[in-house]
């Protein structure tokens, strides 16, 4: 079993800044990669940002030079950086990991709110 723990939501004024972190503990876990999600209301989750044990990234267009991604693979742990915050990143953000190749596992989500 795998547990994710998010941390670091709130709320904040555009163009402010927010730094999530989600770590995973588990028994004999390898984690492959990492990522982070987000669903606002109404709408279906989507992509943000995802990121390798060996460091490779991938972002969604719409956070592309504001938002980054990056890990401590010996804490099992991964952050998102988050800069020149829009409203429209408001949403609840989840953490989500592959682990050991064949199991997927998300967070409890946390919830980052923008205001205008």
């Known amino acids: 079993q795998v547990q994710l723990v998010e941390s670091g939501g709130g709320l904040v004024q555009a163009g402010g800044s927010l730094r999530l972190s989600c770590a995973a503990s588990?028994?004999?876990?390898?984690?492959?990669?990492m990522g982070w999600y987000r669903q606002a209301p109404g709408e279906q989750r989507e992509l943000v940002a995802t990121?390798?044990?060996?460091?490779?990234?991938n972002y969604a267009d719409s956070v592309k030079g504001r938002f980054t991604i990056s890990n401590d693979n010996a804490k099992n742990t991964v952050y998102l950086q988050m800069n020149s915050l829009k409203p429209e990143d408001t949403a609840v953000y989840y953490c989500?990991?592959?682990?050991?190749?064949?199991?997927?596992?998300w967070g409890q989500g946390t919830q980052v709110t923008v205001s205008s």
């Open positions: 990121i390798t044990g060996g460091g490779s990234t």
């Open positions: 989500n990991a592959r682990v050991n190749f064949n199991y997927y596992y």
């Open positions: 588990g028994r004999s876990i390898v984690i492959n990669s």
